[in-house]
């Protein structure tokens, strides 16, 4: 994905937009770019590398005016260079354009305009779009855009300005995020809130299909037929989560989101919990007790780590509510087309809410006729606005690309979920109670937890230079399992495996040599035995072995070359303590390895594109 902002008001845009991009930066951040109009002209500075490439850029050379428009990157087609970066210009330079998306035609439209003599600068789909609307621009710009817009198939979030009409943004989505901020310099085009915070007072949000039209004094939303959209103003305050999109000390996002999981988890659960009736409550189902009762199948779809989520609610549902669920990626399951009963919910898991396979299946379930429900981080993200009902997690901007406390607060959700449907059927009053008295000592028990830093750092250092590794699980902890090696992938570049800890005799135990470390999830339960089992069997052909355990347990010790102790919980809760360690045993392998914590190599936060 991308981020877009942009600015027309009566201050200088260049430092505004400077400002939002830099917040929008783990949104992509191969290049970036600008282009400010001062009334007479359109001045664009765009660099290859980082926000703070561009920056030095326009210290170097000012882009003066009060309207621009600016973007930061993630690279679908072509790569990051100054030249591919957005904005892109039509053939007179005349318009400008950002865009966040994908236009999946455009190779066909390129090669028309090239026939008809058009001259390319880039690699991009973008630059595209831009000629379009200079080709069709006569003397107004929306209207050029919309009749540009009319040949494109794919997805865009975009903002547009035209030297002959100074001081005018125009934007328009379809599948990208956009939202429109009032504030008392100006009106802003954004593809994020956050980048508003400080700046506008209240937002609007475009729906697909809609177009937009700013400028200094005034806005407008319109539909396809161009009708004016009569679109609710909405504070910004109810955007923007806790913890503000600051790093408030910490060296790195990703760092201060471990740490904040004390605070988020308490904060997915408060108003939430029932002790009078030993359940759970949520006020945006939208479903009545009849409709949720009728419901005897879960089909959870997510990507990611959100995927990994829905894997332990898989087990969470079945175990509490005894539900059978499934749990399919959305890029699957967008295609799929499985036969799914009338008695089934489909339940979209998102931290961004703007993914673009999820997004995908929730729609493709609901033309189905399904009753969807999300889980999401992003008040007010097509995801959380499609989805008929859903729960948000309250866990505050997560801007490090490694999702961490989004998975513990998905986990959270998904175990109150499962409580309030268990309620539903047979779980008692006491066992209600029970799983309550639990979640409430969650938060104290993460705290708790992350005690075990220091012994992670010197683990990290030990191993971050292992060949490969892998991570083994069972039951619950197996998603854990594959959620601490995406971890480790994502942000150190060092391959790692997650298995079912049985799963490692039917092959992968090939792999397994000294400079293969296996990481074993084995807190006591109920198949404590079988994993110890399989740590001998990795140890008897000389792989080193770091183990995920209950405190004080001699048996694990006596085996393990490492071991990382955390603090009792029931099985149903401890994915989200066993995550702990292993999201703090990536960050510092990927510290000693020198990589970007925050912005790794060739990743985004949220995929906006297929
Ligand atoms: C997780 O660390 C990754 N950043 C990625 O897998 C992410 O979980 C996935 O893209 C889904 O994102 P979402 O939760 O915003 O839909």
């Known amino acids: 994905m991308c981020g877009i902002i942009g600015f027309t008001g009566q201050t200088e845009a260049a430092p505004i937009l400077l400002e939002g991009l830099r917040r929008l930066e783990y949104r992509g951040y191969d290049s970036s770019g600008v282009v400010i109009g001062n009334g007479t002209k359109l001045t664009m500075r765009k660099k290859a590398g980082r926000i703070a490439e561009l920056t030095k850029h326009l210290a170097a050379s000012p882009a003066p005016g009060t309207c621009g428009i600016s973007h930061t990157r993630w690279a679908t087609h072509g790569p990051a260079t100054d030249a591919n970066a957005h904005p892109h210009f039509d053939t007179d330079g005349n318009v400008a354009v950002v865009h966040n998306g994908v236009i999946e035609n455009y190779m066909a439209l390129k090669q028309t305009m090239q026939e008809a003599g058009t001259e390319f600068r880039s690699d991009t789909d973008t630059e595209v779009l831009a000629h379009l609307i200079g080709r069709y621009y006569q003397d107004d710009l929306l209207s050029a855009v919309k009749a540009a817009l009319a040949h494109v198939k794919g997805t865009y979030g975009i903002a547009v300005v035209c030297r002959r009409e100074p001081g005018v943004i125009v934007g328009a989505r379809l599948g990208s995020p956009l939202v429109i901020g009032i504030g008392p310099d100006g009106h802003y085009l954004a593809s994020d809130a956050n980048a508003l915070a400080g700046y506008a007072t209240q937002v609007v949000y475009l729906n697909d299909r809609q177009i937009c039209q700013l400028d200094a004094e005034s806005w407008v939303i319109r539909n396809q037929d161009l009708d004016t959209v009569d679109s609710p103003l909405q504070d910004i305050g109810q955007f923007l989560g806790i913890g503000d999109a600051e790093l408030n000390g910490y060296p790195h996002f990703m760092l201060k989101e471990i740490y904040e999981q004390p605070e988020t988890i308490a904060n997915a659960m408060r108003g939430r919990l029932d002790d009078g009736d030993a359940t759970a409550h949520f006020g945006g189902l939208n479903l009545d007790i009849k409709q949720l009762r009728s419901i005897d199948r879960v089909l959870m779809t997510a990507c990611g780590t959100s995927y990994h989520a829905g894997m332990v609610g898989e087990y969470l549902f079945e175990e509490l509510a005894r539900m059978p669920v499934e749990v399919e990626y959305a890029s699957e399951l967008r295609y799929r087309n499985p036969p799914i009963d009338r008695h089934t919910i489909v339940l979209a898991i998102t931290q961004s809410g703007e993914t673009a396979d999820t997004l995908a299946a929730l729609r493709e379930s609901k033309r189905m006729g399904h009753t969807t429900l999300a889980i999401c981080n992003v008040v007010g993200s097509s995801i959380a606005r499609e989805a008929e009902g859903g729960v948000y997690l309250h866990a505050g901007p997560e801007i490090g690309v490694a999702s961490t406390k989004a998975f513990t607060s998905q986990s959270v959700t998904l175990a109150m979920l499962a409580l309030y449907f268990g309620r539903m059927r047979h779980l008692s009053h006491a066992q209600g109670t029970e799983i309550i008295r639990e979640l409430r000592r969650l938060p104290e028990v993460v705290r708790e937890t992350l005690r075990c830093h220091d012994r992670v750092k010197e683990i990290a250092r030990k191993y971050a230079h292992a060949s490969s590794m892998l991570f083994l699980g069972r039951q619950y902890l197996y998603p854990v399992a594959l959620e601490g090696a995406l971890k480790l992938k994502e942000i150190s570049y060092l391959h790692a495996e997650g298995y079912p800890a049985a799963e490692m005799k ?100 949220s995929v906006t594109v297929e």
Do not use: W
Request: proline share 11%; hydrophobic share 45%.
């Open 506 to 605: 039917h092959g992968p135990i090939a792999l397994v040599d000294a400079d293969t470390p296996s990481v074993f999830l084995v807190p006591r339960g109920n198949v404590f035995d079988k994993v110890m089992s399989n740590m001998q069997e990795i140890k008897a052909r000389g792989g080193p072995v770091i183990a995920v355990c209950s405190p004080n347990d001699r048996d694990v010790a006596s085996l393990a070359d490492d071991v990382i102790p955390v603090p009792d919980v029931p099985e149903y809760l401890q994915p989200i303590v066993v995550s702990i360690p292993l999201q703090l045993l990536a960050y510092e392998i990927a510290l000693v390895r020198g990589c970007d914590v925050d912005k790794p190599r060739n990743l985004a936060k």
